[in-house]
C-alpha cells in the first residue's frame, strides 16, 4: 500500500471582476435616471403629437362640412389637396418632436429656444433647398442622434452645408 504524503497546496487568484461590477453597478442610477427620462420625452411626444392630430382630424371633418355643399368637381381636388397638407403637416411635426427628444431641446414638455430655433431652420431650408422641411427634420433628427451638440447644428451655414454636400 502506497504511503500518503501530506501536501499544502497555495492558490493564488487575481480578482479582475470586483472592479468592473462596481463600475458597472455605479452606472446603473444614471442609467435608470436617462431611461426614465427619455421615456417621459417619448411620452410628451406622443401626447403633443395625439393632440395635433386630434385637431387636424376637426380640420379635415369641418373641411368635407364645407365640401359637401360644393360640387363634386370642386370638392375632390380641394379634399385631395386638404388631406395631402394635414398628412405633411402631421408627419412634419412628428419629425421635429423627434428632433426635440434627440437634441433634448424639448424637456419634461417644455420647449428651449434652441428648438424653436431648429423647427425653423427646418421650414426655412425646406423652402429654399430640394429638401422638404420634413427631410430637413429627419436629418436634423439623425444628427442629434449622433450626438451633435444644438450649438453644432445651429452653426450658421452647418445644415446647409450638409444639404448641399447630400445634394451633390
Keep these: ?24 453597478t ?9 431611461v426614465r427620462r427619455t421615456s417621459t420625452m417619448f411620452a410628451i411626444m406622443q401626447k403633443k403629437t395625439e393632440k395635433f392630430r386630434r385637431s387636424m382630424s376637426k380640420l379635415g371633418s ?7 355643399s360644393m360640387t363634386l368637381g370642386l ?8 388631406g395631402a397638407i394635414i ?9 421635429i418632436n423627434r428632433v426635440g ?13 434652441d428648438f424653436l430655433k431648429l423647427e425653423k431652420l427646418a421650414l426655412s431650408l425646406g423652402s429654399s433647398t430640394e429638401f422638404s422641411a420634413n427631410q430637413v427634420a429627419d436629418a436634423l433628427a439623425v444628427m442629434g442622434q449622433q450626438g451633435l451638440k444644438t450649438a453644432t447644428i445651429l452653426k450658421k451655414g452647418f445644415v446647409g452645408d450638409i444639404l448641399a454636400l447630400a445634394s451633390a
Design 75 to 82: 370638392t375632390a381636388p380641394i379634399g385631395l389637396v386638404g
Design 87 to 95: 398628412k405633411t403637416a402631421i408627419d412634419f411635426q412628428r419629425s
Design 101 to 113: 427628444a434627440l437634441t433634448r431641446t424639448i424637456i419634461g414638455g417644455k420647449v428651449s429656444k
Design 26 to 34: 455605479r452606472s446603473f442610477p444614471k442609467l435608470s435616471r436617462q
Design 1 to 24: 500500500m502506497a504511503k500518503r504524503i501530506p501536501v499544502n497546496l497555495v492558490i493564488t487568484g487575481v480578482d479582475r471582476i470586483s472592479k468592473v461590477m462596481r463600475k458597472v
Design 62 to 68: 369641418k373641411m368635407r362640412n364645407v365640401g359637401r
